[in-house]
Nanobody
Framework: QVQLVESGGGLVQAGGSLRLSCVAS????????MGWFRQAPGKEREFVAI????????LYADSAKGRFTISRDNAKNTLNLQMNSLKPEDTAVYFC?????????????????WGQGTQVTVSS
């Protein structure tokens, strides 16, 4: 069983930055693509950014391009999301997730392990 634990959320003013982290249990972290997703109140969960197992390729939602950076440290089983120039519309619960394989797929059904989420609130 894989466990994912996120941290780093909080309250920040518009234009500010936050860095989210996710620590995964297990020995096969580097074999799987990992993703960050978010869910705002009353909305469906949406993908934010995805990274392949080696970290060689990434995929970003249009809303995240140029502002967010996904990275991973396979030696520490850690996934990160650096978020800059935050906007009020970025307010959501952010989840990390492990995919079923190593492809850059953004459908939530492709991800079978999820963290509990961390709240990010951006004030205007």
């Amino acid at each position: 069983q894989v466990q994912l634990v996120e941290s780093g959320g909080g309250l920040v003013q518009a234009g500010g930055s936050l860095r989210l982290s996710c620590v995964a249990s297990g020995r096969t972290f580097s074999s799987y693509a990992m993703g960050w997703f978010r869910q705002a109140p009353g909305k469906e969960r949406e993908f934010v950014a995805i990274i392949r197992g080696t970290g060689s390729s990434t995929l970003y939602a249009d809303s995240a391009k140029g502002r967010f950076t996904i990275s991973r440290d396979n030696a520490k089983n850690t996934l990160n999301l650096q978020m800059n120039s935050l906007k009020p519309e970025d307010t959501a619960v952010y989840f990390c997730a492990r995919s079923r394989g190593d492809s850059l797929r953004f459908a939530t059904s492709w991800y079978n392990y999820w963290g509990q989420g961390t709240q990010v609130t951006v004030s205007s």
